[in-house]
């Protein structure tokens, strides 16, 4: 069984989020999904509209998420990568090499992103 | 088997929505999801930010939904309780009484609403 991650903040569940994590289940079999916690986004100096707890129940609740782990600190990609037994880490081609220093724990994955859609674009658009 | 049938736009897809699916499911059985078509919005005077496939797709692949289709006139109600066999009509307490004219054909159960959000608050916040 290949088991997979990846993560992302999820804000404002779009197609473009479903899309990554439908192709990820239907290439291999077992999906763990970070969501990034309202605190540890601060340090990063990002925020979302959504909670925590709002994002990650959503996220929970795709049929093609098999678990879903609250994103909290820097050193958590290579301890989780060891922890969950992950084959593949998923990440979209937006971030091609950027995360190849994880090869050394488990293969690296780019996935196309899906054009004309994000929650940045969303909230701009809607700023109008 | 208690068939269940509910609709929305589900623009922004959001911990409303979802609270009302997995609400429905948790109830009964089945969970049969209209969501509205682009241009049958347009005869409602409404408009979504994600086209209808979008919209569509996501609540598709929300694990508590069993079933998707496409609300596209105004007869489809009556019709599709017919068709599909639905025990139970569900809207959310924003509607009380409005689909009241229903229980001619199958049960009318108004679930309660999740306090603070929905896709028009989204709209407004981001507008700023």
């Known amino acids: 069984m290949k088991k997979i991650l ?49 994002r990650a129940e959503i996220v929970s609740s795709i049929k093609y998420v098999d678990k879903v782990i ?5 050193e958590q990609k290579i301890s989780d990568i060891k922890k969950y037994d992950i084959d593949i880490f998923v990440m979209w081609d937006d971030w091609k090499w950027k995360f190849d220093d994880l090869k050394e724990y488990c293969e690296v994955v780019y996935l196309p992103r899906t054009e004309n859609i994000s929650s940045s674009k969303i909230k701009n658009d809607l700023k109008g």
Do not use: P
């Open 6 to 54: 990846t993560y992302w903040t999820f804000d404002l569940f779009h197609i473009w989020h479903l899309n990554i994590l439908k192709r990820a289940k239907e290439l291999w079999d077992y999906l763990i999904v970070w969501v990034s916690w309202d605190e540890f986004n601060k340090l990063k100096h990002k925020s979302s509209y959504s909670n925590y707890e709002d």
């Open 70 to 74: 609250k994103e909290d600190n820097w």
